[in-house]
C-alpha cells in the first residue's frame, strides 16, 4: 500500500478505521524528510494490513501542535486507535521493520488495560 495524506479532517476517520496506522510527521523543507521518504514508502509496500500516512507540517500546522511535534521526521504509531509508539528522527528500513513487527505483536488487551490503569492512576491525583 502507498502512503496516504493526513489533513486534519481525515486523521480522526483514519485512525478509526484501520488497525494499524502510522504517521510520518514531514515538512518540505526538512532533508533528514526527504531522506527517510524513499524508506518510508518501500517499507509502505510491504505492509498491506498497515495505512502508512504522512502530515505536511508546513500545511497541517495544528495538527502538528495537537500531537506536540517538536522536530522532523516524527514517526508516531497507532494500533487499535491507541497511540503506542512516537519518535522523533528517520529510521533506517531495518529499524522500521522491526518497529512495525513489535506493533504487530503487541496484546492490545494488555495495553487497553495498562492504558486503564493510567487513567484511573491520573484521576486519583487530580
Known amino acids: 500500500?502507498?502512503?496516504?495524506?493526513?489533513?486534519?479532517?481525515?486523521?480522526?476517520d483514519t485512525i478509526e478505521n484501520n488497525g494499524i496506522v502510522i504517521?510520518?510527521?514531514?515538512?518540505?523543507?526538512?532533508?533528514?524528510?526527504?531522506?527517510f521518504s524513499p524508506i518510508y514508502?518501500?517499507?509502505?509496500e510491504k505492509h498491506d494490513d498497515v495505512v502508512f500516512g504522512k502530515v505536511n507540517t508546513?500545511?497541517?500546522q495544528e495538527l502538528a501542535a495537537s500531537f506536540r511535534i517538536r522536530s522532523?521526521?516524527?514517526?508516531?504509531?497507532?494500533?487499535?486507535?491507541?497511540?503506542?509508539?512516537?519518535q522523533a528522527g528517520m529510521l533506517p528500513e531495518s529499524a522500521l521493520e522491526q518497529v512495525i513487527s513489535k506493533t504487530k505483536e503487541l496484546d492490545m488487551?494488555?495495553?487497553r488495560k495498562e492504558v486503564a490503569e493510567q487513567q484511573t492512576q491520573a484521576q486519583q491525583q487530580s
Open 58 to 60: 508546513e500545511d497541517e
Open 23 to 35: 504517521i510520518d510527521f514531514w515538512a518540505p523543507w526538512c532533508g533528514p524528510c526527504k531522506s
Open 109 to 111: 488487551d494488555q495495553v
Open 41 to 44: 514508502e518501500t517499507v509502505s
Open 72 to 86: 522532523i521526521p516524527t514517526l508516531m504509531i497507532f494500533r487499535d486507535q491507541i497511540a503506542i509508539f512516537s
Open 1 to 12: 500500500m502507498s502512503t496516504v495524506t493526513i489533513t486534519k479532517d481525515t486523521l480522526k
